[in-house]
Nanobody
Framework: QVQLVESGGGLVQAGVSLRLSCAAS????????MGWFRQAPGKEREFVAV????????YYADSVKGRFTISRDNAKNTVYLQMNSLKPEDTAVYYC????????????????????WGQGTQVTVSS
């Protein structure tokens, strides 16, 4: 079992930065590929960014590439999402996800690829 707790969301103006954190706990927390997904009102949950178990591989949705950076500190069992140049269309509930099934350099970008999810943190970007 892996427990995930997100933090760092808030209400901000367009153009500023936020950093989300996801604290993981549990027996296999450090052995998981970790991803960030988001869900806007009335829309399906979508992929944002992912990082492999060893931290060596990352992948981003086209909509956030160049603005968002995912990273992890395995010693702290924490994954971060640095979000720069925020836009109103980034407004959503952001969810952290984890799954231990992938090899050290592998991951999934599908919602169905993750067994463990946090409760979500709201990010609202005003224009």
């Amino acid at each position: 079992q892996v427990q995930l707790v997100e933090s760092g969301g808030g209400l901000v103006q367009a153009g500023v930065s936020l950093r989300l954190s996801c604290a993981a706990s549990g027996r296999t927390a450090s052995s998981c590929a970790m991803g960030w997904f988001r869900q806007a009102p009335g829309k399906e949950r979508e992929f944002v960014a992912v990082i492999s178990r060893d931290g060596g591989s990352t992948y981003y949705a086209d909509s956030v590439k160049g603005r968002f950076t995912i990273s992890r500190d395995n010693a702290k069992n924490t994954v971060y999402l640095q979000m720069n140049s925020l836009k109103p269309e980034d407004t959503a509930v952001y969810y952290c996800a984890a799954d231990p099934r992938y090899g050290s350099s592998w991951y999934s970008i599908q919602v169905s690829g993750y067994n463990y999810w946090g409760q979500g943190t709201q990010v609202t970007v005003s224009s």
